[in-house]
């Protein structure tokens, strides 16, 4: 059988050496992953900074109505996960881990200078710039963390938890910045802040990559020189000229459905080829992703509320209200607090993992997964519960809504990095790319229901309703989700025996 994560035989004696040396660390993390954290915090930093500039951007400057603004939103959101299917792939293929995230860096970059030189005229042009960019990024950088571990080594979690909070720091700061530079400087210098980030990212990527010995080098580096070239050329060209097809795609909507109908389907036929090669074990633990992956659908579209009808319930039942006597900005508080949490609990979580597993009572994969339904579903209820602390005019309490938030992150920081880190367990060293593709695919399918869940919940709240009527039909909503996601959680606690004989000893 295929080991997934010991080294392979592709790999050269001196190479599997220098592999054994990074993954025999001795504490808790792996140096090479402050690295990666840095990297990816930029790339995020970028990646939340813009889409907190999106809808903004494309109402006051670009003159879109909301309703286009909301579905192209929703387009744009849904192409950045789903290119990483894409990304994941060709990195197996052709250019391995670090070709593709120079690569998308470099594209990203460019698509902050094009944005940043015009941003009315060069802004859909940028932005498909930044899908493809960040289709060649975003999985590949995670699945370079998983390879800093062995198979079975219990740190690997904590690992993804600390990376995970590198994440939410550039979230937080991009989020927050950028808006900021828009709104008081111009929306050219904050499109020129991408780029400078991205630069940021590339530039600690390239004076650390040697450090991290065969992790993620090319699939083709044992070919002659002119076939390989050739191959990646080709890579790099295709993927520029499909700026096109992409920016046809987001402009108009209707191309996303179409997009978002075929590609899931294709890519399980794409993966069931790929099964057939394998062994029963490779098989089965390949089984198990797909169950995770598949509730990690509706774990984002419940959570991704966060950009669409919470960000609405902030604006008409939450703003003006205090936060314990304090003047807060509803949707300031809507779009950081999730971040913010993440940050703060993301190493407590690490070390709970790492204290649990030292006293052999850690819970395995699937019960963090349906751990983490249960803060969903917990969370939503406390939004729900919200319409009991609202005042006569319908004005709900920024305590609960930001507690609910708390509750939301501990959920998320039981399923986001933990899943990450499962993808790069439970797939063989070469499609580990395409697995972690289609890890972010759910994302991306997970934003997708995300809009018409919330779509669902505002039509009951057109025409001409009060702001107790709108707090009612929000409330109504998050009852259900959290009814449905309590439900998940037990789903997940019943699959637990069946998923464990499928992961074949990973945890
Ligand atoms: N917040 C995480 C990130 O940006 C996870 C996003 C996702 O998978 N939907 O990486």
Same mark, same amino acid.
């Given at each position: ?35 990666? +954290? ?121 690992? +993804? ?207 963090? +997964? ?42 998320? /920081? ?7 880190? /499962? ?85």
């Amino acid at each position: 059988m295929h080991n997934p994560t010991t080294p392979s035989d592709d790999l050269r004696s001196s190479e599997q050496e220098s592999l054994l040396a990074i993954r025999n660390f001795s504490g808790t993390y792996p140096k090479q992953i402050w690295s990666l +954290f840095m990297v990816e915090m930029w790339e995020r930093f970028c990646f939340y900074g813009m889409r907190g500039m999106l809808m903004v951007f494309m109402v006051t400057q670009l003159g879109l109505g909301d309703g286009s603004a909301n579905l192209q939103y929703g387009s744009i959101q849904s192409f950045v996960y789903a290119f990483t299917f894409v990304g994941g792939l060709l990195a197996d293929r052709f250019l391995g881990f670090r070709k593709s995230l120079l690569w998308g860096s470099i594209l990203m970059c460019i698509g902050g200078i094009l944005m940043g030189m015009d941003p009315v005229n060069n802004f859909y042009l940028g932005i498909c710039f930044n899908i493809i960019g960040s289709g060649f990024f975003k999985p590949n950088i995670s699945t370079m963390v998983g390879q800093l571990y062995h198979e079975n080594d219990s740190r690997r979690d904590a690992g +993804f938890s600390l990376f995970y909070a590198g994440i939410n720091i550039g979230a937080f700061l991009g989020g927050t910045i950028m808006i900021l530079v828009a709104k008081n400087v111009s929306w050219s210098a904050a499109f020129y802040l991408v780029a400078v980030a991205m630069c940021l990212s590339l530039l600690v990527f390239l004076v650390t990559k040697n450090t991290f010995g065969p992790i993620g080098l090319s699939p083709l580096r044992h070919l002659p020189k002119i076939p390989r070239l050739s191959r990646e050329t080709f890579i790099y060209a295709v993927s520029l000229l499909s700026i096109l097809p992409v920016w046809l795609m987001i402009t108009d909507t209707r191309y996303t459905d179409l997009f978002m109908t075929i590609i899931g389907p294709l890519t399980l036929v794409y993966l069931v080829w790929e099964m057939r090669s394998l062994g029963r074990a490779e098989n089965l633990r390949l089984g198990a992703a797909m169950i995770f992956i598949l509730f990690s659908v509706v774990f984002w579209a419940f959570f991704e509320q966060s950009g669409g009808s919470l960000s609405q319930f902030a604006l008409y039942n939450l703003q003006g209200q205090g936060f314990f006597g304090f003047s807060m900005d509803a949707n300031a508080a809507n779009n950081s607090a999730n971040a913010f949490f993440v940050i703060v609990l993301a190493p407590v979580l690490g070390m709970l993992w790492v204290w649990l597993s030292k006293r052999n009572a850690e819970p395995n994969s699937t019960l963090k +997964f349906a751990l983490a339904f249960g803060m969903l579903g917990l969370a939503f209820l406390a939004f729900y519960a919200n319409r009991y602390f609202a005042n006569n005019q319908g004005m709900a309490s920024l305590e609960i809504f930001v507690l609910a938030y708390l509750i939301i992150s501990v959920g998320e /920081l039981c399923l986001s990095p933990i899943g990450l880190s /499962l993808m790069t367990k439970l797939s063989p060293l070469r499609m580990q790319g395409l697995i972690m593709g289609m890890w972010f695919l759910a994302s991306a399918y997970g934003q997708y229901v995300a809009g018409l869940l919330g779509a669902g919940m505002s039509l009951s709240d057109e025409g001409n309703n009060s702001v107790q009527d709108k707090l009612i039909a929000y409330t109504d909503g998050y009852l259900q989700l959290g009814i449905y996601a309590l439900g998940a959680a037990v789903l997940l606690a019943l699959l637990n025996r069946p998923v464990k004989q499928m992961m074949q000893g990973i945890h």
